[in-house]
Protein backbone atom coordinates (compact mmCIF):
# COMPACT_ATOMS: atom_id res chain seq x y z
CA UNK A 1 0.00 0.00 0.00
CA UNK A 2 1.26 3.52 -0.79
CA UNK A 3 1.91 5.66 2.48
CA UNK A 4 1.54 9.39 2.53
CA UNK A 5 2.63 11.38 -0.42
CA UNK A 6 3.97 14.89 -0.76
CA UNK A 7 4.56 17.28 -3.75
CA UNK A 8 6.75 18.66 -4.20
CA UNK A 9 9.84 17.06 -2.49
CA UNK A 10 12.15 20.39 -2.46
CA UNK A 11 10.54 24.32 -3.33
CA UNK A 12 12.31 27.47 -3.93
CA UNK A 13 10.66 30.83 -3.09
CA UNK A 14 11.58 34.26 -2.66
CA UNK A 15 10.23 36.22 -0.51
CA UNK A 16 6.54 37.82 -0.71
CA UNK A 17 5.76 34.89 -2.89
CA UNK A 18 3.24 32.51 -2.60
CA UNK A 19 3.66 28.61 -2.10
CA UNK A 20 0.68 25.84 -2.51
CA UNK A 21 2.21 22.70 -0.67
CA UNK A 22 -0.12 19.22 -1.76
CA UNK A 23 -0.70 15.69 0.37
CA UNK A 24 -2.68 12.41 -0.54
CA UNK A 25 -3.24 10.08 2.15
CA UNK A 26 -3.34 6.59 3.14
CA UNK A 27 -5.91 5.03 1.45
CA UNK A 28 -9.04 5.24 3.78
CA UNK A 29 -8.03 7.86 5.97
CA UNK A 30 -9.84 10.60 6.34
CA UNK A 31 -7.93 13.17 8.55
CA UNK A 32 -4.82 14.73 7.42
CA UNK A 33 -2.76 17.15 10.16
CA UNK A 34 0.14 19.28 8.40
CA UNK A 35 3.13 20.43 10.70
CA UNK A 36 6.21 23.08 9.92
CA UNK A 37 9.76 21.75 10.99
CA UNK A 38 12.19 24.48 11.16
CA UNK A 39 15.83 23.00 10.94
CA UNK A 40 17.22 22.24 14.59
CA UNK A 41 13.54 21.79 16.21
CA UNK A 42 11.00 19.67 16.52
CA UNK A 43 7.61 19.86 14.52
CA UNK A 44 4.97 22.37 15.47
CA UNK A 45 1.07 21.75 14.35
CA UNK A 46 -0.12 23.67 12.00
CA UNK A 47 -3.49 22.42 11.09
CA UNK A 48 -6.14 19.43 11.08
CA UNK A 49 -8.64 18.33 8.60
CA UNK A 50 -10.99 15.58 9.06
CA UNK A 51 -14.01 14.93 6.66
CA UNK A 52 -12.94 18.38 4.98
CA UNK A 53 -13.76 20.50 8.22
CA UNK A 54 -10.54 22.13 10.22
CA UNK A 55 -10.51 20.46 13.68
CA UNK A 56 -7.62 22.03 14.58
CA UNK A 57 -5.07 25.23 13.86
CA UNK A 58 -1.91 26.04 15.80
CA UNK A 59 -0.23 29.08 16.89
CA UNK A 60 0.43 30.67 13.34
CA UNK A 61 -0.43 33.63 11.29
CA UNK A 62 -3.59 33.93 8.61
CA UNK A 63 -0.90 33.40 5.91
CA UNK A 64 -1.48 29.87 6.56
CA UNK A 65 -3.89 28.41 5.40
CA UNK A 66 -5.18 24.68 4.21
CA UNK A 67 -8.40 22.60 2.39
CA UNK A 68 -9.26 19.11 2.18
CA UNK A 69 -10.92 18.14 -0.64
CA UNK A 70 -13.51 15.25 -1.27
CA UNK A 71 -10.92 12.35 -1.79
CA UNK A 72 -9.17 13.74 1.20
CA UNK A 73 -6.15 15.16 -0.41
CA UNK A 74 -5.26 18.50 0.97
CA UNK A 75 -3.31 21.27 0.15
CA UNK A 76 -1.28 24.06 2.61
CA UNK A 77 -1.46 27.79 1.27
CA UNK A 78 0.88 30.53 2.77
CA UNK A 79 1.27 33.90 1.04
CA UNK A 80 3.41 36.55 1.32
CA UNK A 81 6.25 34.09 2.20
CA UNK A 82 8.74 35.46 4.90
CA UNK A 83 12.54 33.67 5.02
CA UNK A 84 11.17 32.50 8.64
CA UNK A 85 9.14 30.34 6.84
CA UNK A 86 11.74 28.11 5.09
CA UNK A 87 11.09 24.68 7.09
CA UNK A 88 10.22 20.87 6.26
CA UNK A 89 6.59 20.89 5.84
CA UNK A 90 5.15 17.42 6.66
CA UNK A 91 1.80 15.45 6.23
CA UNK A 92 0.40 13.35 8.43
CA UNK A 93 -2.93 11.19 7.71
CA UNK A 94 -4.79 9.21 9.94
CA UNK A 95 -8.14 7.26 10.40
CA UNK A 96 -9.94 9.37 12.44
CA UNK A 97 -9.15 11.71 15.40
CA UNK A 98 -9.81 9.61 17.90
CA UNK A 99 -6.91 10.04 21.19
CA UNK A 100 -4.05 8.17 20.80
CA UNK A 101 -4.51 7.28 17.02
CA UNK A 102 -1.28 6.74 15.23
CA UNK A 103 -0.48 9.47 12.36
CA UNK A 104 1.10 8.24 9.44
CA UNK A 105 3.89 11.03 8.00
CA UNK A 106 4.83 11.35 4.43
CA UNK A 107 8.41 12.76 3.87
CA UNK A 108 8.24 15.91 3.71
CA UNK A 109 8.16 18.91 1.51
CA UNK A 110 11.65 21.13 1.87
CA UNK A 111 10.86 24.93 1.53
CA UNK A 112 13.65 27.39 0.99
CA UNK A 113 12.31 31.17 1.40
CA UNK A 114 15.52 33.54 -0.34
CA UNK B 1 -1.65 22.82 26.63
CA UNK B 2 0.80 20.00 26.90
CA UNK B 3 4.79 20.81 26.46
CA UNK B 4 7.37 17.84 25.92
CA UNK B 5 11.12 18.37 27.02
CA UNK B 6 13.81 16.10 25.63
CA UNK B 7 16.70 16.84 27.79
CA UNK B 8 19.18 16.18 25.83
CA UNK B 9 20.09 17.67 21.90
CA UNK B 10 22.93 14.79 21.01
CA UNK B 11 23.22 11.63 22.79
CA UNK B 12 26.86 10.17 20.96
CA UNK B 13 26.96 6.45 21.90
CA UNK B 14 29.49 3.34 20.50
CA UNK B 15 28.33 0.50 19.09
CA UNK B 16 26.60 -2.57 20.88
CA UNK B 17 26.64 0.06 23.64
CA UNK B 18 23.36 0.89 25.74
CA UNK B 19 21.34 3.90 25.30
CA UNK B 20 18.54 5.89 26.94
CA UNK B 21 16.91 9.14 25.44
CA UNK B 22 15.19 11.19 28.03
CA UNK B 23 12.00 12.79 27.65
CA UNK B 24 9.78 14.94 29.93
CA UNK B 25 6.28 15.82 29.41
CA UNK B 26 3.52 18.99 31.20
CA UNK B 27 0.02 17.88 30.95
CA UNK B 28 -3.22 19.15 32.95
CA UNK B 29 -4.46 15.67 31.63
CA UNK B 30 -4.04 12.88 30.60
CA UNK B 31 -1.91 12.28 27.53
CA UNK B 32 -0.96 9.09 25.10
CA UNK B 33 2.95 9.18 24.96
CA UNK B 34 4.49 8.50 21.59
CA UNK B 35 8.76 8.09 20.38
CA UNK B 36 9.59 8.62 16.46
CA UNK B 37 12.64 8.50 14.80
CA UNK B 38 13.55 10.66 11.61
CA UNK B 39 16.67 9.38 9.40
CA UNK B 40 18.45 11.86 7.20
CA UNK B 41 16.38 13.57 4.53
CA UNK B 42 13.35 11.21 5.63
CA UNK B 43 9.65 12.06 7.04
CA UNK B 44 8.51 10.31 11.00
CA UNK B 45 8.33 6.67 11.38
CA UNK B 46 6.74 5.35 14.73
CA UNK B 47 9.09 3.74 17.23
CA UNK B 48 6.15 2.89 19.38
CA UNK B 49 3.51 4.01 21.78
CA UNK B 50 2.10 4.17 25.22
CA UNK B 51 -2.33 4.67 25.78
CA UNK B 52 -2.78 2.32 28.64
CA UNK B 53 -2.15 -0.32 30.48
CA UNK B 54 1.49 -1.81 31.38
CA UNK B 55 4.10 1.15 31.63
CA UNK B 56 6.39 -0.76 29.54
CA UNK B 57 6.25 -0.26 26.01
CA UNK B 58 8.16 -2.35 23.37
CA UNK B 59 8.64 -0.80 19.67
CA UNK B 60 10.10 -1.81 16.60
CA UNK B 61 14.27 -2.27 16.17
CA UNK B 62 14.87 -3.48 19.88
CA UNK B 63 13.53 -0.15 21.37
CA UNK B 64 11.53 0.48 24.60
CA UNK B 65 10.13 3.33 26.32
CA UNK B 66 8.79 3.11 30.10
CA UNK B 67 6.12 5.59 31.27
CA UNK B 68 6.35 6.84 34.78
CA UNK B 69 3.74 8.88 35.70
CA UNK B 70 4.73 10.35 38.47
CA UNK B 71 8.10 11.67 37.03
CA UNK B 72 5.94 12.59 33.95
CA UNK B 73 8.22 10.78 32.03
CA UNK B 74 8.75 8.51 29.06
CA UNK B 75 12.42 7.59 28.25
CA UNK B 76 13.44 5.39 25.58
CA UNK B 77 15.90 2.34 25.72
CA UNK B 78 17.95 0.13 23.75
CA UNK B 79 19.76 -2.07 25.37
CA UNK B 80 22.38 -2.75 22.01
CA UNK B 81 22.77 0.04 19.16
CA UNK B 82 23.81 -0.65 15.69
CA UNK B 83 25.53 1.95 13.30
CA UNK B 84 21.61 1.95 11.60
CA UNK B 85 20.30 3.56 14.56
CA UNK B 86 21.92 6.90 14.06
CA UNK B 87 19.16 9.23 13.23
CA UNK B 88 16.96 11.80 15.11
CA UNK B 89 14.45 11.02 17.85
CA UNK B 90 11.33 12.83 18.80
CA UNK B 91 8.84 12.16 22.01
CA UNK B 92 5.51 13.71 21.53
CA UNK B 93 2.32 13.70 23.45
CA UNK B 94 -1.22 14.11 22.13
CA UNK B 95 -4.38 14.36 25.03
CA UNK B 96 -7.98 15.39 23.56
CA UNK B 97 -7.86 13.94 19.78
CA UNK B 98 -4.50 13.18 17.80
CA UNK B 99 -2.62 16.47 17.01
CA UNK B 100 0.92 15.97 18.23
CA UNK B 101 2.87 17.91 20.30
CA UNK B 102 6.54 17.33 19.62
CA UNK B 103 10.08 17.73 21.36
CA UNK B 104 12.54 19.50 19.91
CA UNK B 105 14.75 15.90 19.14
CA UNK B 106 17.60 13.98 19.86
CA UNK B 107 20.59 13.36 17.69
CA UNK B 108 21.63 9.94 18.40
CA UNK B 109 25.35 9.58 16.79
CA UNK B 110 26.77 5.78 17.10
CA UNK B 111 29.73 5.27 16.21
CA UNK B 112 31.95 2.06 15.59
Known amino acids: DAGVTQSPTHLIKTRGQHVTLRCSPI?????VSWYQQVLGQGPQFIFQ???????GRGNFPDRFSARQFPNYSSELNVNALLLGDSALYLCASSLGLAGGEEQFFGPGTRLTVL | AQSVTQLDSQVPVFEEAPVELRCNYS??????LFWYVQYPNQGLQLLLKYLSGSTLVKGINGFEAEFNKSQTSFHLRKPSVHISDTAEYFC??????????FGAGTILRVKS
Open chain 1, 49 to 55: YYEKEER
Open chain 2, 27 to 32: SSVSVY
Open chain 2, 92 to 101: AVSARGNKLV
Open chain 1, 27 to 31: SGHKS
